[in-house]
């Protein structure tokens, strides 16, 4: 498995941005995907931004258009780039790696919270 680490999560206004960032313990090309999880209270846990190793990205509606996934191999580290936020997007986020063994790995997940 691969230990991650959230950051960059905090206060923002509605409309405003934030960038998230997940730092992993190791090389991340050959994992089948790494994704972006959002928990809100009285939820499930919601899957809403992945990217594979090919560099495909697959979004949920509520945040297409407004987010964006992306990586750095180099570094080790998964971004996820808000704009447009909106109160309904207040959750606890977490990063995710999903290896071709169907293992799975988990951040610690980052606050972030959209005031009106």
């Known amino acids: 498995q691969v230990q991650l680490v959230e950051s960059g999560g905090g206060l923002v206004q509605a409309g405003g941005a934030l960038r998230l960032s997940c730092a992993a313990s190791?090389?991340?090309?050959?994992?089948?995907?790494m994704g972006w999880y959002r928990q809100a209270p009285g939820n499930q846990r919601e899957l809403f931004a992945r990217?594979?190793?090919?560099?495909?990205?697959t979004y949920e509606d509520s945040v297409k258009g407004r987010f964006t996934i992306a990586r750095d191999n180099a570094k080790n580290t998964v971004y996820l780039q808000m704009n447009s936020l909106k109160p309904e997007d207040t959750a606890f986020y977490y990063c995710?790696?999903?290896?071709?063994?169907?293992?799975?790995?988990w951040g610690q997940g980052t606050q972030v919270t959209v005031s009106s």
């Open positions: 995710n790696a999903n290896l071709y063994s169907g293992d799975n790995s």
């Open positions: 190791r090389r991340i090309f050959n994992i089948n995907a």
């Open positions: 990217i594979f190793s090919g560099e495909i990205t």
